[in-house]
């Protein structure tokens, strides 16, 4: 998965914290702040993707009603899209569109990176304050993230599965 805007946002955020001082305090606060608007960017970017699947994947039955239900019910279906979310959605499609999801993401790396994304976006948008991570543990995990973005895709038997 390629999303243009996030890496351009994450090049940004090096280039800026690369010109601070480690041993300023102030260099800490910085980088947290930064990383807290780049995890509300991913998962902005990912509620969006996830519902952009299902509705492709709609699109496959030739009905123009049955795509637009499900445009309607996921465009706010995935606000705040943990793993549950996703598979429940997948459940509803059928019971193997679940399963091959499950088998492919849980107790994963991508399930831990995309739920330590998941959870940061969570504490600062409740106002438990900025992100607990720095900016390279916050692009680990993003391009670990990715493979869950990448099973959701081949579950719902749509090109381009793979992880990227």
Known sequence: MHFPHIHDALVVCRRHLSGLDDGLPDSVEIE??????????????????????????????????????VKHHTARRFRNPDIGKITTALGEFGREYRERFTLRVENTAAHASWDNIIRARHGIVHGRGAANMTLRELETAYQ????????????LGLSGGSAA
């Not at 970017?45 to 239900?69: C, K, L, P, W």
């Open 32 to 69: 947290s702040m930064l990383v807290s608007s780049i995890v509300v960017l991913i998962v902005s970017h990912y509620e969006n993707h996830i519902a952009e699947q299902f509705a492709e994947r709609a699109a496959r039955s030739g009905d123009a009603q049955v795509t637009n239900f």
């Open 144 to 155: 670990g993230s990715h493979d869950v973005l990448a099973a959701l895709r081949a579950s």
